[in-house]
């Protein structure tokens, strides 16, 4: 059978296509925008959305730097 080529990916889909852990790509979809799509209790991934996503820079923030501002106002 042939493999649809512009299909919905799951997380664990996303997370190796990736290379990152699962809790790292739910962080960047709360904290980053990550292009994401909630389908009942399930996230799905266009590969091309996340890939143009990478490509600018969706997640280069330094999240330390972001941990370290949240600290200081309280």
């Known amino acids: 059978m042939a ?15 990736l290379g990152v852990s699962s809790d790292t790509v739910y962080r960047w979809i709360d904290r980053f925008g990550m292009p994401a799509y ?3 209790r399930l996230w799905k991934f266009k590969k091309d959305q996340v890939d ?3 490509e600018n820079g969706g997640a ?3 999240s330390s730097k972001e941990d370290v501002g949240k600290d200081s106002k309280k």
């Not at 512009?6 to 997370?15: A, F, G, M, Y």
């Open 3 to 17: 493999e649809i080529k512009d299909r919905w990916l799951s997380v664990d889909e996303i997370c190796k296509y």
């Open 60 to 62: 280069s923030a330094d």
């Open 52 to 54: 143009a996503w990478v």
């Open 38 to 40: 909630r389908m009942g």
